[in-house]
């Protein structure tokens, strides 16, 4: 089969590699119909990871089952699904609390596993024609036939559920200001997921026009930070005020007022997010941050960044009684409410796919997202 394979900084490849199998009973393998291209995937594309050449890339998965395990009970062939990014078993001691994102069995030694992606484990990715996909029952999230609402299906493997993550770490509840750093596809679904949960004012923080104005598109107040101080302005529309909740979809990278939007060439501050947040945020308020940050980073910008040590404003924290939660989203909390969300009509997520292209075009879409230009906001493979 074909599959979209990581060759180095900044160099993927769409080549042929072998078809994956059954390995257990419990497993399905899915002809992938969508697979999009993840802002985390930049991350390793970008070589800011320990990826290794040779990765499968690919865990945001939607297909058709075309082969089931002996032992799967609730699938068949030619079931729709889609599948969270995370991989997770089920019954270890985080999954039966519904902590998926950090099971603690699908890739030893390590709380958290996925698809096509460094230190997740050993399950390929889904930028392919075919996945693996394993504990199948658990792991497949079932949709109707068909192919009404594929692109937003295809959401519901990341970003929809991780943006509303953001908003869930940070309680946002009806009435309230919400800032959200990142008007990237994570930005812009923690953005959408405030105002689905009845914020009263949310601000959206970037600075590549194209998705602030997707931001303004639903409803929020876009704020550029290359004009100035994101925190400065959104005080001063609000006469002083600060905002009740926040929410990071930026992560380690983040850029520099001024520096250039594409993401291999900006000049990065990496604490610069988390301290914007500290310092509008009202006392009391709760950060949610999905936007990631790592232990390792081989590009980090000074000796504490390569560890992931950064430096936060933690008196002003402190003082502030503020509350914060990281991670990684744990899909499956999420994915079916979010899923009848889409099917009746009260959530479209999908406005924030820009490009639908086949398989063979991923090494010009890996390319143009990473720089940000012609729109490319969020990319859906269609193999
Ligand atoms: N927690 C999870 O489970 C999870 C899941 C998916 C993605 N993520 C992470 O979420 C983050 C966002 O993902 P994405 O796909 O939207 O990525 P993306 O790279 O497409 O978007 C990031 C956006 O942040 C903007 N930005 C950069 N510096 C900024 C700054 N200083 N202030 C405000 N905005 C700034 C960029 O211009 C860009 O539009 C990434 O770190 C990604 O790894 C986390
Ligand atoms: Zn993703
Ligand atoms: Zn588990």
Redesign the pocket.
């Known amino acids: 089969m074909k599959a979209v394979v990581y060759q180095g900084p900044f160099s993927v490849s769409v080549e042929e590699v072998p078809d994956p199998e059954l390995k257990h009973p419990n497993d399905v393998i899915v002809k992938i119909t969508s697979s999009c291209i993840?802002?985390?995937d930049?991350?390793m594309y970008e070589g800011r990871t320990a990826a290794e050449p040779g990765i499968i890339f690919g865990h945001e998965n939607m297909g058709v089952v075309a082969e089931v395990g002996s032992a799967v009970k609730s699938l068949s062939v030619g079931d729709r699904v889609v599948m969270p990014?995370?991989v997770g078993c089920g019954f270890c001691k985080n999954c039966q609390r519904g902590y998926t994102?950090f099971c603690v069995t699908v890739n030893p030694g390590f709380a958290g596993g996925a698809y096509g992606y460094v230190a997740m484990g050993p399950w390929r990715g889904g930028q392919a024609e075919y996945l693996q996909v394993p504990h199948a029952d658990f792991n497949c999230l079932p949709l109707p036939a068909g192919d009404e609402f594929e692109s937003d299906f295809a959401l519901l493997a990341?970003?929809f559920p991780?943006g509303y993550?953001?908003t869930e770490l940070a309680d946002v509840s009806p009435g309230e200001s919400v800032a959200v750093?990142?008007?990237?596809?994570?930005?812009?679904?923690a953005t959408y997921s405030c105002i689905i949960r009845g914020a009263a004012e949310v601000y959206s923080?970037?600075?590549?026009q194209e998705?602030l104005d997707k931001a303004s598109e639903i409803g929020a107040t876009p704020i550029n930070?290359d004009d100035g101080d994101?925190v400065q302005q959104i005080r001063d529309m609000r006469g002083g005020d600060g905002v009740d909740k926040t929410v990071d979809?930026?992560?380690?990278?983040?850029?520099?007022?001024g520096s250039s939007?594409a993401?291999g060439e900006?000049d990065?501050?990496p604490n610069?997010?988390l301290n914007?947040m500290i310092d509008l945020i009202n006392p009391t308020g709760i950060m949610g941050i999905?936007?990631?940050y790592v232990p390792s980073d081989p590009g980090g910008v000074d000796e504490g960044a390569k560890r992931g040590a950064l430096s936060i404003n933690f008196g002003k924290l402190f003082e502030k009684g503020l509350k914060l939660g990281?991670?990684?989203?744990n899909?499956k909390q999420y994915n079916a409410y979010l899923r009848d969300l889409i099917i009746s009509g009260k959530a479209t997520p999908s406005f924030v796919v820009s490009h639908e292209v086949p398989l063979d075009d991923a090494v010009d879409a890996y390319d143009k997202?990473d720089k940000?230009i012609d729109g490319y906001?969020?990319v859906i493979l269609n193999p």
């Not at 979809?249 to 007022?257: D, R, S």
């Not at 990281?326 to 989203?329: K, L, V, Y």
């Open positions: 993840c802002g985390s930049l991350h990014f995370n994102g990341d970003i991780t993550h953001g750093w990142g008007a990237g596809p994570v930005g812009l679904m923080i970037d600075h590549v998705r930070f994101p979809a930026v992560g380690y990278q983040a850029a520099a007022q939007a993401g900006q990065e501050i610069v997010v914007e999905p936007g990631l990281t991670g990684q989203c899909v997202f940000r906001t969020k």
